[in-house]
């Protein structure tokens, strides 16, 4: 009996050790899952930290390489500045080059300019006289020199009268010269004007004849205070004759007869008187001379009719100073000064437009010049 309460004791005993290693074995059992969830936690937490800490370092990286490409970048454009500089200034270096050369060049340019121009002009002061005539019949003429050639318009009397007060203007008591290479004459009140500007001029106006005067040309001529003329320069006078100037009637025709008339008389009584005799009788020499009337003769036999004072051998033009002649072409609107081919094939010049009280008294006997 005792040895089964023994035995049931030692069983009791062997159930409680038992349960209490059971116990034991699940108390082991859930420290050590602790553990190792604390492990894994651990593990999981050194985890996160060593991404963290590999992607901060990924970061890093990326953020130095940035920074060194940024710098890099700087560096680049820096030395490209650089670059840029030296290659700006080379070019300016050479653009400064280039102007010192182009100046040199643009200076000896304009030097080399200056001598031809220069060489064209002659290193002489025109000559002044007052009496211009040399003991050899050489005539000097200065600076003061107006030119009449071609028909007398109203144009050519404003541009020499213009000239004979300004030449007054720069000094009183210097002769002005007239020269007249060719005129055939022209407008009775243009010439008026020249003859008028002539006796109000306080320097005396002296008109020189190279070649030929008619008409009115050849009335100014006569009427100078003091004339030249080379010895077979020609000279010729006449009667006006009338041009008309778009249609007319009798009675308009008459009136204008009676205009050249006044006009003929006021032109002719001063060169009659000149050459000693009547209206009346200058006008039969003429028809005397020729058929139409026109009577020319060479200067050197004018100067005996005293149509001309002074014959002369040579001429000093001392206002001729440079060998450049520059043509000034005006443009007008009419066909005035131009020379143009008529319907039948013929050269002819129209000649501008008078006033009614003017009349044309010029040298025309092939028509060449015409009146629209």
Do not use: C
């Amino acid at each position: 009996m005792k040895y089964k309460i023994y035995i049931l004791n030692i069983l009791l005993l062997g159930n409680l050790e038992a349960s209490s290693l059971i116990s034991l074995n699940d108390v082991n059992k859930s420290s050590l899952k602790l553990e190792k969830l604390k492990l894994e936690s651990k593990i999981l937490e050194a985890e996160f930290k060593l991404k963290e800490l590999t992607q901060k370092n990924k970061k890093y990286k990326e953020i130095t390489l940035y920074q060194n490409n940024i710098k890099k970048l700087k560096n680049d454009a820096e030395l490209a500045e650089i670059k840029a500089n030296k290659v700006t200034h080379e070019i300016n270096v050479k653009k400064a080059k280039w102007e010192l050369k182009k100046e040199k060049l643009e200076s000896e340019l304009s030097i080399f300019k200056m001598k031809e121009e220069l060489s064209h002009y002659v290193d002489k002061k025109p000559i002044y006289l007052d009496n211009p005539l040399k003991k050899d019949n050489t005539l000097i003429i200065s600076d003061r020199r107006i030119s009449l050639n071609g028909a007398i318009t109203e144009k050519t009397a404003i541009n020499i009268t213009n000239k004979i007060n300004y030449y007054n203007n720069k000094d009183k008591d210097k002769p002005i010269f007239l020269v007249i290479d060719s005129s055939p004459g022209g407008s009775v009140m243009a010439g008026y004007l020249i003859i008028k500007a002539m006796e109000s001029s306080h320097a005396p106006v002296y008109v020189v004849l190279k070649s030929f005067a008619a008409s009115m040309a050849a009335i100014i001529v006569t009427l100078a205070d003091k004339s030249f003329a080379y010895s077979h320069a020609t000279m010729l006078h006449h009667q006006p004759s009338m041009y008309q100037q778009g249609n007319s009637n009798l009675t308009e025709q008459k009136e204008s007869y009676k205009n050249l008339e006044k006009w003929w008389k006021y032109l002719a009584t001063p060169i009659a008187k000149k050459m000693g005799i009547t209206i009346d009788e200058l006008q039969k020499k003429m028809y005397e001379k020729s058929s139409k009337g026109d009577w020319s003769e060479f200067a050197v036999d004018a100067q005996k009719l005293h149509w001309v004072q002074n014959i002369v051998t040579k001429i000093e033009d001392t206002s001729v100073v440079t060998d450049i002649i520059e043509e000034k072409e005006e443009k007008s609107k009419n066909l005035t000064d131009i020379e143009t081919i008529s319907k039948g094939g013929k050269p002819i010049q129209y000649l501008p437009h008078l006033t009614p009280t003017d009349v044309y008294f010029i040298y025309n006997p092939d028509g060449y010049y015409q009146s629209k």
